[in-house]
């Protein structure tokens, strides 16, 4: 006999909900490791108000999804610092004027690569269902010392491939996807967003939904993101979740 699973992998339609039997509820104990990497740079600093308020409302809609999320941040400019490290999303207090100021130049790569390091550490210990990186920049790199490229490169592609992290990447006033894949990135997990305060609160709602779709689905990694049928997910539960899922993927394998 088929089960849910065979359905869903094939793309065949779910059967219909049981009429005696409630929906299942989202699994309580589904846990993500959410690892936001923030651009704090100068050319950042029109942006100022749009990322601290996207921010907030992304943080603060996380908190209340089912299941559990933490939350490693860490903001770079010349030089990164992770100032949250796998904390619960709801204690990451919110970004303000006093804590996000824009300024300097933009070590991104230094900054995944240490948050990758915290992210290896806290995966070996605890074990989390999903593990999700955040890339948010408006610019290039020119200011890491300790990795490069090539090195960023090869740490994203063998995490995806032997961890299942997933990885997504939100570039302002860039090709996202010829910057994302650069960094290893597997493709369909790249947005563009105009470097505008309405762009950023664009790029901030999109990411929200999507992640959102992504704890619902469970799955490690997704197809593809930032597509609609995935986003549809956002706000479903129990059968119509499943049979959104089936769609997704199936949609997904013609493309």
Same mark, same amino acid.
């Given at each position: 006999?088929?089960?849910?699973?065979?359905?869903?992998?094939?793309?065949?339609?779910?059967?219909?909900?049981?009429? @005696?039997?409630?929906?299942?509820?989202?699994?309580?104990?589904?846990?993500? !490791?959410?690892?936001?990497?923030?651009?704090?740079?100068?050319?950042?600093?029109?942006?100022?108000?749009?990322?601290?308020? #996207?921010?907030?409302?992304?943080?603060?809609?996380?908190?209340?999804?089912?299941?559990?999320? !933490?939350?490693?941040?860490? !903001?770079?400019?010349?030089?990164?610092?992770?100032?949250?490290?796998?904390?619960?999303?709801?204690?990451?207090?919110?970004?303000?004027?006093?804590?996000?100021?824009? #300024?300097?130049?933009?070590?991104?790569?230094?900054?995944? #690569?240490?948050?990758?390091?915290?992210?290896?550490?806290?995966?070996?210990?605890?074990?989390?269902? %999903?593990?999700?990186?955040?890339?948010?920049?408006? &610019?290039?790199?020119?200011?890491?010392?300790? @990795?490069?490229?090539?090195?960023?490169?090869?740490?994203?592609?063998?995490?995806?491939? &032997?961890?299942?992290?997933?990885?997504?990447?939100?570039?302002?006033? %860039?090709?996202?996807?010829?910057?994302?894949?650069?960094?290893?990135?597997?493709?369909?997990?790249?947005?563009?967003?105009?470097?505008?305060?309405? &762009?950023?609160?664009?790029?901030?709602?999109?990411?929200?939904?999507?992640?959102?779709?992504?704890?619902?689905?469970?799955?490690? %990694?997704?197809?593809?993101?930032?597509?609609?049928?995935?986003?549809?997910?956002?706000?479903?539960?129990?059968?119509?979740?499943?049979? %959104?899922?089936?769609?997704?993927?199936?949609?997904?394998?013609?493309?």
């Amino acid at each position: 006999m088929a089960t849910k699973r065979d359905l869903k992998n094939e793309g065949q339609r779910m059967p219909d909900p049981n009429p @005696y039997v409630a929906a299942p509820e989202p699994r309580a104990d589904r846990s993500i !490791l959410i690892n936001f990497v923030l651009d704090k740079s100068g050319s950042m600093y029109p942006l100022r108000e749009a990322t601290i308020a #996207g921010f907030n409302e992304f943080k603060n809609a996380q908190a209340i999804e089912a299941g559990t999320a !933490l939350m490693t941040l860490t !903001l770079f400019d010349t030089e990164f610092r992770t100032v949250a490290t796998a904390v619960p999303v709801g204690d990451v207090l919110d970004l303000t004027r006093q804590t996000y100021v824009p #300024g300097g130049n933009t070590a991104l790569y230094d900054a995944v #690569g240490h948050t990758m390091k915290l992210t290896d550490e806290y995966v070996a210990a605890h074990h989390p269902d %999903q593990v999700l990186f955040v890339i948010m920049t408006d &610019g290039e790199e020119n200011s890491s010392l300790e @990795y490069t490229r090539d090195t960023i490169f090869a740490l994203i592609a063998d995490r995806q491939k &032997g961890a299942h992290y997933e990885f997504v990447y939100l570039g302002a006033n %860039q090709d996202s996807y010829v910057s994302g894949t650069a960094m290893g990135i597997a493709p369909g997990r790249m947005i563009d967003y105009d470097a505008t305060p309405e &762009g950023t609160h664009f790029a901030m709602s999109r990411l929200n939904l999507n992640v959102r779709a992504h704890r619902r689905s469970m799955a490690a %990694q997704e197809p593809v993101w930032f597509t609609p049928d995935f986003e549809a997910m956002a706000d479903l539960e129990g059968d119509a979740l499943e049979a %959104q899922k089936a769609k997704y993927v199936r949609e997904a394998g013609t493309k």
